[in-house]
């Protein structure tokens, strides 16, 4: 250990003697340290959010939905494929829930419209037709008050959820449980506040309101042949087998034969993590060679900071080689000054990184979550750095002769 902390204080007394020398080092070591601390951070953050977000749909939960890009098979040949596929409907979506191996399915249609209430108008507001189930699916909490009940979906009736936002905007202090809006127009009882869980960018804080889904489609314009709905099995059913069923179930209601392929989409939560990663793979490759470049201009300055320490201590090399040091002994000393230089500079980029990261994570919707795993490999990299740049300045100090290095001037 005395060698290892011989040499941590022999370089940080050269980084207080040459502060400028010692600058291109530390700065380029740092610049690489922060992009894999933000790029990494905001990597793990979306995949952090992406895994709580599905976690809110149960772990066997799979969507089901008249085209999913991300699946992998798409044919450059054929760039619109949903223009030859039906939409889904409440029929088929009811087949689904009425299979043995099926707890839930929740439809989901979509329109947009304005909200009024007391001379307050809130202008193309998303409005989410769903049926009772769609608390189970959504994450986040009702409360005050209630979602519809299955009566209440089937009867289509007037009432309305609005999320916290709508709430704070519509009702500023005042409870909204009880009172009248009118969406597009007609009169819904608000029953309930949705909190939503926080989203990958700030979905949560828009605009949205959950009537039923037959409310929606009977009142108000909506994007016809978009329905899609999220399947939950019974607890203990597979996934797979409830795939196969509910695939079986759509096929025969479409009378599609045996070698036509599906006219819809099956997506599972594995293959949403894997399309995720296809995407966050780009940005990896970009933070590694940035960081890479980063790394190499620190390299080349520890070359030449070791370099000028090697010229400059060539009679100290010499006292100590004819003291009896080895060349090993001499080798390790340069090695552990240019990894402290390089740590130095890992430590600074790590503090200003995280930094960054934080801020992003707290004043912007992006995502951002600092991984131990990240701050570990920051500095790990800071550090073989300057064993690898360091390598040459050590082994010319090492064979250095001792006779020629005590008649050095």
């Known amino acids: 250990m005395t060698p290892t902390l011989e040499g941590v204080s022999i370089a940080l007394g050269s980084l207080r003697a040459h502060k400028l020398r ?21 990597i793990a953050g979306f995949d952090k959010g992406f895994t709580d977000m599905l976690e809110t749909l149960g772990p066997k ?8 890009g991300g699946t992998g098979a798409e044919d450059p040949d054929d760039p619109n494929p949903w223009e030859r596929r039906p ?12 299979l043995p191996t099926i707890k839930f399915a929740v439809v989901d249609e979509n329109a947009t419209a304005d909200i009024v209430f007391e001379g307050k108008r809130l202008g193309a507001v998303s409005i989410q037709g769903r049926d009772a189930d769609w608390p189970k699916v ?11 009940s299955a009566l209440e979906d089937n009867a289509n009736a007037f009432v309305v959820v609005i999320n916290t936002k709508i709430s704070e905007q519509l009702f500023t202090e005042r409870d909204p449980i009880g ?4 969406i597009g127009g007609l009169p819904y009882t608000v029953i309930g506040v949705f909190d939503p869980p926080a989203g990958l960018f700030g979905e949560g804080d828009r605009n949205e309101v959950f009537i039923p889904y ?9 994007w016809q042949g978009w329905m899609d709905f999220f399947v939950a099995p019974e607890d203990t059913v597979s996934q797979q087998r409830a795939i196969d069923d509910v695939t079986m179930a759509l096929r025969s209601m479409r009378g599609l034969r045996p070698s ?25 490759v970009i933070m590694i060679v940035l960081s890479m470049v980063g790394l190499m201009v620190g390299g080349i300055g520890v070359v ?20 009896g040091a080895t060349r090993r002994a001499i080798m390790w000393q340069f090695l552990i000054e240019a990894a402290t230089l390089t740590t130095v500079g890992g430590v600074i980029g790590l503090v200003v990184g995280g930094g960054i990261a934080l801020v992003l994570g707290a004043a912007t919707p992006v995502p951002a979550y600092v991984p131990l795993g990240s701050v570990i490999a920051a500095l790990v990299g800071a550090a073989f750095t300057g064993l690898l740049f360091g390598i040459y300045p050590a082994s010319k100090a090492s064979r250095l002769d001792p006779v020629e290095a005590l008649r050095y001037e």
């Open 22 to 42: 010692a600058a291109l080092t530390i700065l380029g070591v740092a610049i690489g340290v922060i992009v894999v601390m933000v790029i990494g951070a905001i």
């Open 61 to 68: 939960t799979f969507y089901v939905g008249r085209y999913w």
């Open 87 to 98: 939409g889904l409907t409440i029929e088929e979506a009811q087949r689904v829930e009425d």
């Open 138 to 148: 959504a994450g986040g909490a009702v409360n005050p008050g209630r979602s519809f």
């Open 179 to 182: 009172h009248r809006i009118k």
């Open 214 to 222: 037959g409310t929606l489609v009977k009142n108000l314009p909506y």
């Open 260 to 284: 036509e392929p599906n006219n819809f989409d099956i997506v599972t939560q594995e293959k949403y993590m894997e399309t995720i990663n296809s995407m966050t793979g780009v940005f990896k």
């Open 304 to 323: 030449a900071i070791m370099m000028i320490s090697v010229t400059e201590r060539t009679r100290e090399i010499g006292v100590r080689k004819a003291l």
